[in-house]
C-alpha cells in the first residue's frame, strides 16, 4: 500500500488519487483507534463507528477506483470483504461465542481495504489476524490469565493485523 501511494502521489496523473488513499489511511487510523478502545473495553464494535466507517471507505475506494481507472481493484475489495465477512460468520455459526457480529462487519470493511491493495494483502491480513489473536490466547492460557473459556476482543487484532498486511506486505 505505501508504494503504490508514494508512486501515485510522485506521478503527475495519481496525486489526486494518491491523496485520497491518504485520507482513506487517516480515517482508518482513526476509527481503529476507537474501535479497539471500545473492544477492549467492553467487547463489542459500535455499529456507530463501522457503518459510517464502511460507507466513507466504500465512496473514497470508488473515487480512487475512477481515478486510477482500476475498477477491479475495486471489485477484488468488495470481494475480500465479502469473503471475509463469510468466513467470520461461518465461524460464528459453528461457535457462536468466538466471533461477534461486529467482527462479521469489520471483517467486510478489512477485506475491502485490504483486497483493494491486491489478492497477496487481502490473504496476509487474514493470517496476519489469526496468528496474532492466536499467539495472544496462546500467552494468556501459559500465563494463567485465561481459561478455555474466557473472551478475548477479537477488533484489535484483526485491526492489527490488516494495518500490518497493508504497510508491510
Known sequence: ?????????????????????????????????????????????????????????????????????????LLRGIVAGILWSLGFMAVRLIFASAVGLGDVKLAFILGLHSGFFGWSSAVLAVASTLMLAGLAVLTLLALRRAEGRSRLPLGPFMLTGTAAALLLG
Open 1 to 73: 500500500m505505501v508504494e503504490q501511494i508514494e508512486e501515485l502521489l510522485s506521478s503527475g496523473s495519481g496525486t489526486g488519487a494518491g491523496v485520497v488513499l491518504l485520507i482513506i489511511g487517516a480515517i482508518c487510523l482513526i476509527c481503529a483507534v476507537l474501535l479497539s478502545i471500545v473492544d477492549v473495553r467492553e467487547h463489542r464494535l459500535p455499529n456507530t463507528i463501522v457503518y459510517p466507517w464502511a460507507a466513507v471507505s466504500a465512496g473514497l475506494f470508488i473515487a480512487v477506483a475512477a481515478l486510477t481507472g482500476d475498477a477491479y481493484g
